[in-house]
């Protein structure tokens, strides 16, 4: 039912853990089944130069999770952003149907991460302007 990449991704998944003061942080959870997914970033000249993850969730949501990372490291920003539920699957060769939701969870989190690095960059620039 899962393809061979799916199995690669979630018995040997790839950048698993937490970046120590990371630039952006995104953690999103899906309420239906209650799985949890949260991606730490490291973003230097605009680019993703580390991404981690860790993923309390079923197995397609730690490959989605674990190809998401491969994925977004060394794209800038707003190709991170580009990044969607439906292209980790692809990258996956599919997900079974009832599992494409799972992929949702990996897309968000990256995205919310790359908010959150906006957010703090700017309140950072709004900071330094009223101080200086
Ligand atoms: Fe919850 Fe897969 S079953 S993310």
Redesign the pocket.
């Known amino acids: 039912m899962y393809s061979e990449k799916v199995m690669d991704h979630f018995t040997n998944p790839r950048n698993v853990g937490e970046i120590i003061d990371p630039d952006g942080v995104g953690q999103v959870g899906?309420p239906?089944?209650?799985?949890v997914?949260r991606i730490t970033i490291q973003v230097e000249d605009g680019r993703i130069a580390d991404v981690k993850f860790r993923t309390f969730?079923?197995?397609?949501?730690i490959a989605t999770s674990s190809m998401i990372t491969e994925m977004a490291k060394g794209k800038t920003l707003e190709e991170a952003l580009k990044l969607t539920n439906s292209a980790v699957a692809r990258a996956l060769d599919g997900l079974p149907p009832a599992?494409l939701?799972?992929s949702?969870?990996a897309a968000d989190a990256l995205h919310e991460a790359i908010s959150d690095y906006y957010a703090k960059t700017r309140t950072r620039g709004q900071a330094l302007k009223v101080g200086g």
């Open positions: 899906n239906v089944c209650g799985d997914m969730g079923c197995g397609a949501a599992k939701h799972c949702n969870l």
